[in-house]
Structure formats: C-alpha cells, structure tokens
C-alpha cells in the first residue's frame, strides 16, 4: 500500500484543524507521530515531472474543475507509478478514471 504527499496534507489539514472547524484537533506533534506511522506501514509514491505531465492530461481530458484537482493529482500519481486501486471513501470522486475505487466497508465482508 502507498500513500503520497497528497495524501499527507490532506491528513494534516484535518488532523490539526480543531474540532469546532470539523476537524481532529490535533497538536503538531500528535500529527506528526500519526504521520510517522504511516510512514512505516506504506510506502510513499514521489511527485515528478512524469506525475505533473499526467495530472495536466487527465484534467484537460476529464475536464477536471475546482476542488476534484486533488483527486486528479491522486490519480496522476497512481498512474505514473502503475497503481490501479485507491481505497476511498469517496468512490464516486473516482468514477472517471480508469482506476478502481474501493470503501473501505466493502473489505470488512
């Protein structure tokens, strides 16, 4: 299993927002000690010039707005690194890809 920055600065944005703002709350250093466990767990996926020149082609191809950039920089990443699923929970968000989107209670059966 992998994980990129992307990933990362997402988990650190609700990680340390407070509660009041729908998010964890986190101290700095809270967050830092998740991050480093799943650091040890997963394997991280670089950005590169390659993951640049992808995400760019699936947004002008999907026509990709606003928000859904992130995801596409998900996908970019997968792509240039040969990863073909993203455990989410948010399977529509994927649906325009040619990836497979699996929820995390679908492996719970």
């Known amino acids: 299993m992998y994980f990129t920055l992307q990933n990362m ?9 407070p509660t009041a703002n729908n998010g964890l709350g986190f101290s700095v250093a ?3 000690g998740e991050l480093e ?33 992130h995801d596409a920089k998900l996908v970019a990443t997968m792509n240039v690194h040969g990863v073909r699923r993203i455990l989410t929970f948010n399977i529509e968000d994927f649906a325009r890809y040619d990836i497979e989107a699996i929820h995390p209670v679908s492996l719970l059966s």
């Open 37 to 69: 466990k799943i650091e040890r767990f997963l394997t991280v996926l670089p950005d590169s010039p390659a993951v640049y020149e992808e995400w760019k082609r699936l947004v002008f191809r999907h026509r990709v707005l606003g928000t859904k950039v």
């Open 9 to 17: 600065s997402e988990f650190w944005n609700v990680a340390t927002r």
């Open 30 to 32: 809270l967050a830092l």
